[in-house]
């Protein structure tokens, strides 16, 4: 059990439960993270144990189960983003690297750590990485033809939506999808259709998205958005209060260099290879332009996230979760191309990935396997 679990988030989430449960929704403002989607999963797991609880199917009195149910919901919903992920990053990528992708993803020590956890990063990185490849696909960067998938730029507010519902570091993904319109707009040089109109409709279902579902912000709109606001300014000019310790000193901010030297431990030697050979491939030119669009915007998507998180005092590696997708994702492209992995089943699955069955079991088994 984690302390931030401990101390803060499993009351948190019965409190939570409690609001709704009485209507008072101004109650469901408890912290301006403002991490409404971990409070929601909580208080449906809280909700689930004590229903089973109060049934005679399971003893109300051990700890141990408790937190398993407030925790599951999490548990799901961050497995259930790998499986989703994987059905966008088959028409980004090469099926090898799509499938590649995922499972690094799914094997991603870090990302299953917290994956696992009542808080909040785990779901910030999976709501933000959905967010940015569904965008990917909306702006047709897997084909480069005119146009915007509508739908899918939707689906990709949706996903925004969830993202700044769990916590504010999520603002750089409006940026991200303001220089995809206008990558977009470039192309076609239609300004209006193709950079204003997609901005307004993504901001506008994300936003709508956010007000749906924080009962606090129907009831006090301006007051939810100023206790974010508060909070992450607060928040963000002071260090931790229990201090921090790095490179063998105890310090208040470990300085600009703290999250290039917290990543670089976190990663995997496999994903090192392959963030190298992804690297290596594209200042050859040895990859296809739309290979080359989609690392370069999954790799400004990183660079950016880690320089926003590395300009506060307040630092601690796991807020650096959001970028190991996009890493993992690299790093799945660079084997593929250094490898070339000719193995049956990536060959089978080459020649029969546009079959639904084969495409929907691979998400069920990603399922599966996050789980």
């Given at each position: 059990m984690t302390v931030d679990e401990a101390y803060h988030w499993f009351e948190r989430a019965k409190l939570f439960l409690r609001a709704l449960q009485q209507g008072d929704f101004m109650a469901t403002n408890l912290i301006g993270h403002p991490g409404v989607t971990t409070l929601w999963l909580g208080a449906i797991g809280a909700a689930a144990h004590r229903s089973l609880a109060d049934a005679g199917w399971i003893a109300s009195a051990e700890p141990g189960l408790e937190r398993a149910f407030l925790r599951f919901p999490v548990a799901l919903v961050t497995a259930l983003s790998v499986?989703?992920?994987?059905?966008?990053l088959k028409r980004l990528l090469d099926p090898r690297a799509a499938l590649l992708a995922a499972l690094l993803w799914t094997a991603d020590p870090f990302l299953v750590a917290h994956s696992r956890l009542l808080h909040m990063d785990a779901l910030l990185a999976s709501f933000v990485t959905l967010a940015l490849l569904a965008a990917l696909v909306a702006f047709r960067c897997d084909d480069g033809e005119p146009g915007v998938r509508w739908r899918v730029l939707i689906a990709s507010a949706v996903a925004g939506g969830l993202a700044l519902l769990t916590k504010s570091p999520a603002v750089i993904l409006p940026v991200m999808i303001g220089l995809l319109a206008l990558w977009k707009s470039y192309r076609s040089q239609r300004f209006l259709r193709h950079a204003v109109l997609p901005v307004l409709a993504w901001s506008g279902m994300a936003l709508a998205t956010w007000v749906a579902l924080w009962p606090a912000a129907w009831i006090d709109l301006p007051g939810a958005i100023a206790s974010v606001v508060r909070y992450t300014a607060t928040k963000v000019g002071s260090p931790h209060e229990t201090g921090?310790?790095?490179m063998g000193r105890t310090v208040d901010d470990p300085g600009p260099l703290f999250y290039l030297?917290?990543?670089?431990?976190?990663?995997?030697?496999w994903v090192v290879v392959g963030l190298a050979a992804a690297a290596y491939a594209t200042l050859r030119r040895r990859s296809q332009p739309r290979e080359r669009l989609i690392k370069f915007a999954l790799a400004l998507f990183a660079a950016l996230f880690a320089l926003a998180i590395s300009l506060p005092a307040k630092k601690f590696d796991r807020y650096a979760l959001p970028i190991f997708p996009a890493l993992d994702i690299l790093a799945a492209v660079g084997l593929t191309s250094i490898l070339d992995f000719r193995f049956w089943i990536f060959d089978s699955l080459k020649a029969?990935?546009?079959?639904?069955?084969?495409?929907w079991s691979v998400v069920v088994l990603l399922l599966a396997a996050n789980l």
């Open positions: 499986a989703l992920a994987y059905t966008l921090n310790f790095f030297v917290a990543v670089a431990l976190r990663l995997t030697p029969k990935i546009g079959n639904s069955k084969i495409g």
